[in-house]
Structures are given as structure tokens and as C-alpha cells.
């Protein structure tokens, strides 16, 4: 069985390919860097998302498809066409990396572009699973200056918290939904058993850091001025738009869970 995997050189594309290796899939890699380093045994396919050429060139011989597509002003385009070409290329599946709650913000552009991708994936006759993340322990990274200078936390999620989980939980629900028969037509909310709050993320880092690491409950105006510093014009957005902090791939001790199911349960 061949896999193609979009986005398969960013850190949550790369966890997904090390998942499929690991079960012994075949692996080709869609990327527009013809100098990309892959594993070993990883096929690259030169192409780009916005040229469907290339696309159907690189699912050629292909069985199922991973789709991940960066947050961008053409993310909807990109995926559109991306689940055209599957379309037409008759895969057997196609996994959608989504986000969580993505039909509640209708005025975070990649939210609203998530769910217009899974309204037409359900529209439309090809086996298809969602996968939905929550906000990701590993964009923590980008807390670093902060967190080993004047030991900070100073993201404002609050007391309540924030659903979050690992990419690498969300790297091995990619796997099995593209491994296994049981997950056609259906959408997963990946989220640990409990609330992120800012005093527990603090908490966490203190303990991992060996040393005090305090909440610093900055306010949302703060933040979204140090966001406007670092994206570009068009993902300026509402304070809701967590998930679009940076991310950079990191381990940490952080306790790993994700919800395979479509209840409240907790995580075993």
C-alpha cells in the first residue's frame, strides 16, 4: 500500500510519515523542494498543491492520501484541489487534517477554511476520514525566551484552559485511519483528557525546567500584537485564533493522549 502525504517535510507531516514507516506503509512525499532530505525509503514527488499536474502526477500508483495544507490565504484552494485530484486519481482513501471545533469561528479564516473542506468531503463519494486537533503541546517552542528568562507561561488561556494534544498522538491517528478499515466517514476530535490552563502549563514547565515558572496572564490585546508582529496581514484575527501560534517541533515530558472516538471520554 502507497501513502502520499502532503505537508510531509513540517513537523506535523514528518511525525505522520515516521507513524506510516513505522507500520510499514509506503510512503511518497508531495513537496516543492527538490532538495528535500527524507527518510530513507521515503519517495519525494516535486509538486505543489495550486498546480493539480503535479498533484495527479505524484498520486500515480498511490492507494491513499494524507492531506495537510498549511495555514495560508489559499489554504481552501490548495485543499479543494488537492481533494479534486484525489477525486480523479480514484484513491481508496483520503485522511483530512482538520482543526478542532472548526465550525464555531466563522471569522478565523483557517477555521472556516477546514470546514468548507469537510463539508465537501462529505459531499462527495470518496472514503474519507477527519482528523481534529486541538491546539498543540509542541507550540509551547516558541515560549522559550520566556519561559528560561524570567520563567513566564505567557500565553492567556486562563484558568478554564484550552483542549490541546501532542502531535505525535495525532501523527499515530493519521496512521491508523490510513492502516486500518474501520475509520471510513468518520471525524475525530484529538484532545488530551483534560483542559490546558495557564497555571497548569506553568506548572508543567516548572516542573520540567527545575525551576519557577510562573502564569503570567497577559491580556489577549498584548498577544495579538506580538502575533501581528509575526504573521502576515491576513491572519490577523479574533483572540480565539490559538491554534495558529507558531509551531515548531519539539518533545517534551508533557503527558501524551488523544480521543480516538467521537464521545466525552476521556483518554484511557
Same mark, same amino acid.
Given at each position: 500500500? &502507497?501513502? %502520499?502525504?502532503? +505537508?510531509?517535510?513540517?513537523?506535523?507531516?514528518?511525525?505522520?510519515?515516521?507513524?506510516?514507516?513505522?507500520?510499514?506503509?509506503?510512503?511518497?512525499?508531495? !513537496?516543492?523542494?527538490?532538495?528535500?532530505?527524507?527518510?530513507?525509503?521515503?519517495?519525494?514527488?516535486?509538486?505543489?498543491?495550486?498546480?493539480?499536474?503535479?498533484?495527479?502526477?505524484?498520486?500515480?500508483? =498511490?492507494?491513499?492520501?494524507?492531506?495537510?495544507?498549511?495555514?495560508?490565504?489559499?489554504? %481552501?484552494?490548495?485543499?479543494?484541489?488537492?481533494?479534486?485530484?484525489?477525486?480523479?486519481?480514484?484513491?481508496?482513501?483520503?485522511?483530512?487534517?482538520?482543526?478542532?471545533?472548526?465550525?464555531? #469561528?466563522?471569522?478565523?479564516?483557517?477555521?472556516?477554511?477546514?470546514?468548507?473542506?469537510?463539508?465537501?468531503?462529505?459531499? /462527495? +463519494?470518496?472514503?474519507?476520514?477527519? %482528523?481534529?486537533?486541538?491546539? /498543540? /503541546?509542541?507550540?509551547?517552542?516558541?515560549?522559550?525566551?520566556? %519561559?528560561?528568562?524570567?520563567?513566564?507561561?505567557?500565553?492567556?488561556?486562563?484558568?478554564?484552559?484550552?483542549?490541546?494534544?501532542?502531535?505525535?498522538?495525532?501523527?499515530?491517528?493519521?496512521?491508523?485511519?490510513?492502516? !486500518?478499515?474501520?475509520?471510513?466517514? &468518520?471525524?475525530?476530535?484529538?484532545?488530551?483528557?483534560?483542559?490546558?490552563?495557564?497555571?497548569?502549563?506553568?506548572?508543567?514547565?516548572?516542573? !520540567?525546567?527545575?525551576?519557577?515558572?510562573?502564569?503570567?496572564?497577559?491580556?489577549?490585546?498584548? =498577544?495579538?500584537?506580538?502575533?501581528?508582529?509575526? #504573521?502576515?496581514?491576513?491572519?490577523? +484575527?479574533?483572540?480565539?485564533?490559538?491554534?495558529?501560534?507558531?509551531?515548531?517541533?519539539?518533545?517534551?515530558?508533557?503527558?501524551?493522549?488523544?480521543?480516538?472516538?467521537?464521545?466525552?471520554?476521556?483518554?484511557?
Amino acid at each position: 500500500m &502507497k501513502i %502520499l502525504v502532503t +505537508g510531509g517535510t513540517g513537523r506535523v507531516g514528518t511525525a505522520v510519515v515516521q507513524a506510516l514507516l513505522r507500520g510499514d506503509a509506503s510512503v511518497r512525499i508531495l !513537496t516543492r523542494n527538490k532538495a528535500a532530505k527524507l527518510p530513507i525509503g521515503v519517495e519525494a514527488a516535486v509538486g505543489d498543491l495550486l498546480n493539480p499536474e503535479s498533484v495527479q502526477s505524484a498520486l500515480n500508483g =498511490v492507494d491513499k492520501l494524507f492531506l495537510l495544507v498549511g495555514n495560508a490565504a489559499d489554504e %481552501l484552494v490548495q485543499a479543494l484541489l488537492g481533494f479534486a485530484a484525489a477525486r480523479q486519481a480514484k484513491v481508496e482513501h483520503l485522511t483530512y487534517l482538520s482543526v478542532y471545533q472548526a465550525e464555531r #469561528f466563522a471569522d478565523v479564516p483557517h477555521f472556516v477554511a477546514k470546514h468548507a473542506v469537510e463539508t465537501a468531503l462529505k459531499a /462527495f +463519494g470518496i472514503p474519507f476520514t477527519i %482528523l481534529r486537533p486541538a491546539y /498543540f /503541546f509542541q507550540n509551547d517552542s516558541q515560549l522559550r525566551a520566556a %519561559l528560561t528568562g524570567p520563567g513566564l507561561y505567557p500565553i492567556p488561556i486562563g484558568q478554564a484552559g484550552i483542549a490541546a494534544v501532542d502531535v505525535r498522538d495525532v501523527a499515530d491517528a493519521a496512521a491508523v485511519s490510513l492502516t !486500518t478499515d474501520e475509520h471510513a466517514g &468518520k471525524t475525530y476530535n484529538l484532545i488530551g483528557p483534560n483542559p490546558l490552563s495557564g497555571p497548569g502549563a506553568a506548572a508543567v514547565w516548572s516542573k !520540567t525546567l527545575s525551576r519557577p515558572v510562573k502564569y503570567a496572564e497577559l491580556s489577549w490585546v498584548a =498577544v495579538e500584537e506580538q502575533l501581528r508582529q509575526m #504573521f502576515p496581514g491576513w491572519r490577523d +484575527g479574533p483572540s480565539v485564533d490559538v491554534p495558529g501560534v507558531p509551531r515548531t517541533w519539539i518533545r517534551s515530558d508533557q503527558r501524551r493522549c488523544c480521543r480516538h472516538d467521537q464521545t466525552d471520554r476521556p483518554c484511557p
